[in-house]
């Protein structure tokens, strides 16, 4: 059975840094898509940062890019979320997620089988 399990969120002032960690059980983060997800209130989920299989290949929507970097430990088969110069408009329940499949990681991140319980992340003005 797959686990994913999201820590690392909390409360920051805006421009404040938080880094998310998700651990999995079940299942070895690398070979296929994995990534981040977020969810504000009132709000459909978006995708924040994917990693395609191998680790060499990211991506990002337009909001995070530069402030936020997604990386895997491989050794503790774990995925991070570094958030640098968090805004307001961050603020929301983090998820992680996994999936099966390899390709088209950024186009199918809507569809990844395995998802964490999030994390909530609140960043004050």
């Known amino acids: 059975q797959v686990q994913l399990q999201e820590s690392g969120g909390g409360s920051v002032q805006s421009g404040g840094s938080l880094r998310l960690s998700c651990a999995a059980s079940?299942?070895?983060?690398?070979?296929?898509?994995m990534g981040w997800f977020r969810q504000a209130p009132g709000k459909e989920r978006e995708g924040v940062a994917i990693m395609r299989p191998g680790g060499d290949s990211t991506d990002y929507i337009d909001s995070v890019k530069g402030r936020f970097t997604i990386s895997r430990d491989a050794a503790k088969n774990t995925l991070y979320l570094q958030m640098n110069n968090l805004k307001p408009e961050d603020t929301a329940m983090y998820y992680c997620a996994a999936d099966d499949d390899s390709r088209l990681c950024w186009t199918r991140r809507s569809l990844y089988k395995y998802w964490g319980q999030g994390t909530q992340v609140t960043v004050s003005s």
């Open positions: 079940g299942y070895t983060f690398g070979s296929h898509c």
